[in-house]
């Protein structure tokens, strides 16, 4: 599985467009890349899944760069109930189902 | 809501003793997915049942053990507990057995304490 590397933590205001930037240099052939939001003391919530280029949602977009390397996901217009920890996950999704969740980016949106 | 539901949503126990948590996925998913969370070592996946039958396996310990039943319900039994066993316990459903696109819904999860 490839090892991904995210922010611990980040701030933002309300309103403003967050990025998360997550890095995973042994992605694989097969790998999909997809982002969950975690609030505290709740299960985890799908926002995002893509394999390549530029995928986009009513919630947030996810850009893939070419080489696939890293992976950006994109929060337009935050709000205070945005703060929560955001988890970046690349797998091989036809042959594996082990999730590995990282230590995530907690995600700090201020008024 | 997620549409998952688990049962108890908190359970108090003592070392040494065993537990049953339970799952039921979302109507018309086949696949339960289970997940350790403690503070010390984040969110691991344990087991993944699909129509019944175990489907991949992840960091589960021996003592611990799962079961999907017909009606597509799930257990996780956990015995012989210690101390570090304590954390949040989530189950997870999805339609399909893998594969791109299938979104993963977690419940509200079990807080286990082991005193």
């Known amino acids: 599985l490839a090892k991904t590397t995210q922010p611990i933590s980040m701030d933002s205001y309300e309103g403003q467009e967050v990025n998360i930037t997550c890095s995973h240099n042994?992605?694989?052939?097969?790998?999909?890349i997809t982002w969950y939001q975690q609030f505290p003391s709740q299960g985890p919530r799908f926002i995002i899944q893509?394999?390549?280029t530029k995928v986009t949602n009513e919630v947030a977009s996810l850009f893939i760069p070419a080489d696939r390397k890293s992976s950006t996901l994109s929060l337009p217009r935050v709000s205070l109930s945005d703060t929560a920890v955001y988890y970046c996950?690349?797998?091989?999704?036809?042959?594996?189902?082990?999730?590995?969740f990282g230590a995530g980016t907690r995600l700090t949106v201020k008024p | 809501d997620s549409g998952v539901t688990q049962t108890p949503k908190h359970l108090i126990t003592a070392t040494g003793q065993r537990v049953t948590l339970r799952c039921s996925p979302r109507?018309?998913?086949?696949?339960v997915y289970w997940y350790q969370q403690s503070l010390d070592q984040g969110l691991q996946f344990l087991i993944q049942?699909?129509?019944?039958?175990?489907?991949a396996k992840g960091n589960i310990l021996e003592r611990f053990s799962a079961q999907q039943f017909p009606d597509l319900h799930s257990e996780l039994n956990l015995s012989s507990l210690e101390l570090g066993d304590s954390a949040l316990y989530f189950c997870?459903?999805?339609?399909?057995?893998?594969?791109?696109?299938?979104?993963?819904?977690f419940g509200p999860g079990t807080r286990l304490t082991v005193l």
């Open positions: 049942y699909y129509n019944g039958e175990e489907r």
């Open positions: 997870a459903s999805s339609v399909a057995a893998g594969g791109p696109y299938n979104e993963q819904f």
């Open positions: 996950l690349v797998g091989d999704l036809f042959h594996n189902n082990d999730m590995r």
């Open positions: 042994n992605i694989a052939t097969n790998d999909y």
């Open positions: 893509g394999y390549k």
């Open positions: 109507s018309g998913d086949l696949s």
